[in-house]
C-alpha cells in the first residue's frame, strides 16, 4: 500500500514538472504572448501546473461530458477546447501572476500539455510501473 502512494506522489511530481517545463518555456519562446511572473519565475510555472492539473483532475471530466454531444458532432476537433479553457481558468486564478494573451497561444500550450502527457505517459510512468510489477 505504501509503494503505491509513493508511485502516486512520484507520478504527480512527474507531471508537476512536465507542466512547469512547458509552460516556462513557452512563456521563453513566446514572451509577448503568454506572461509568468518574473519575480519567482520558477515558483509561478510550478503554481501554475498545480493549478492546470487539480483543474483538469475536477473540472476537465464535467466539460467534457458536458462537451460530449459537440465533440462527437465535430469528431473529436473541440476536445483540445477545454483544455484551452482550463488554461484561460488558471489565468483568471492567478491574475498579475500568469497571463495567456490570446486564443492561439492557449491552443498552443494547450497541445504542447497534451504532447507532453502522452510522451510522460509512454515513455516514463507505463517502465515504471512494468518494472514494478515485475518484482
Not at 509503494?3 to 518555456?25: C, H, P, R, S
Not at 501546473?49 to 462537451?67: G, M, S
Request: net charge positive; aromatic share 16%.
Amino acid at each position: 500500500m505504501k509503494n503505491q502512494k509513493t508511485n502516486y506522489f512520484f507520478d504527480w511530481l512527474l507531471y508537476m514538472v512536465g507542466y512547469a517545463i512547458v509552460l516556462i518555456t513557452v512563456s521563453l519562446i513566446f514572451k509577448k504572448n503568454i506572461y509568468i511572473d518574473p519575480e519567482y519565475y520558477g515558483l509561478w510555472g510550478l503554481v501554475t501546473a498545480i493549478i492546470i492539473y487539480v483543474l483538469n483532475k475536477t473540472i476537465k471530466p464535467v466539460l467534457v461530458w458536458l462537451t460530449l454531444p459537440i465533440t462527437g458532432l465535430t469528431l473529436g476537433l473541440f476536445y483540445p477546447f477545454i483544455n484551452v479553457f482550463i488554461l484561460n481558468i488558471a489565468d483568471f486564478l492567478l491574475g498579475n501572476h500568469f497571463e495567456i494573451h490570446g486564443i492561439f497561444i492557449s491552443f498552443i500550450v494547450a497541445c504542447l500539455i497534451s504532447l507532453m502527457n502522452g510522451m510522460m505517459e509512454s515513455l516514463v510512468i507505463e517502465p515504471i510501473i512494468r518494472k514494478g510489477s515485475s518484482k
